[in-house]
């Protein structure tokens, strides 16, 4: 079953919650960025920074991989009434430039948390269009109420994609 988000065509982001078995949840988020695939990738994979424009991240830092890859941890803060919900994961991304990011966690607050980031180009003329796609597969433990866990996430990809395109108005506009 597939709901809508309320309020995200708004900012022009299309955001698809997906009830899969259990308490499993896939949550997709699209939005369409006047800039290229090279510049929205050099805003993702800037790890260290992220935590600095997208709303929702407290804290997004590299660590040691013990492979060399690249790790993350990034911890997740929301307010919900009067409530402060944090959530930290420990994250192994892998890069395929300039299209997609995988990422899966290793460590955190969640049963599974993995997904991605999609960037296609749909129009590379003078003025490009991509189309940026982000994508989590979602099991929160027992002790989380998985509707406001899906919700909070969804309204938070609004804010997150919405930030990304104001992060590539700052530095390319």
């Not at 919900?80 to 892998?94: G, P, Q």
């Not at 998985?146 to 919700?151: P, S, T």
């Amino acid at each position: 079953m597939e709901l809508p988000l309320e309020n995200a065509s708004a900012q022009g982001v299309d955001v698809r919650t997906e009830k899969l078995e259990g308490r499993k949840r896939r949550i997709s988020a699209n939005l369409q960025v006047p800039y290229s695939v090279e510049q929205l990738w050099q805003i993702l994979t800037d790890y260290d920074h992220l935590a600095d424009f997208i709303p929702s991240l407290a804290k997004s830092r590299r660590i040691d991989h013990p492979q060399g890859g690249v790790r993350l941890e990034q911890i997740g803060a929301q307010s919900f009434l009067k409530l402060k919900f944090c959530a930290r994961v420990v994250l192994d991304m892998i890069e395929t430039f300039p299209h997609q990011i995988d990422f899966r966690m290793v460590e955190g607050d969640f049963r599974e948390f993995s997904g991605s980031w999609q960037i296609q180009s749909v129009r590379s003329s003078e003025q490009p269009i991509t189309d940026l796609c982000y994508t989590v597969l979602v099991v929160p433990h027992l002790a989380m109420p998985v509707g406001l866990i899906e919700r909070r996430l969804g309204q938070g990809l609004v804010l997150n994609l919405t930030a990304i395109r104001q992060r590539a108005d700052v530095l390319f506009g």
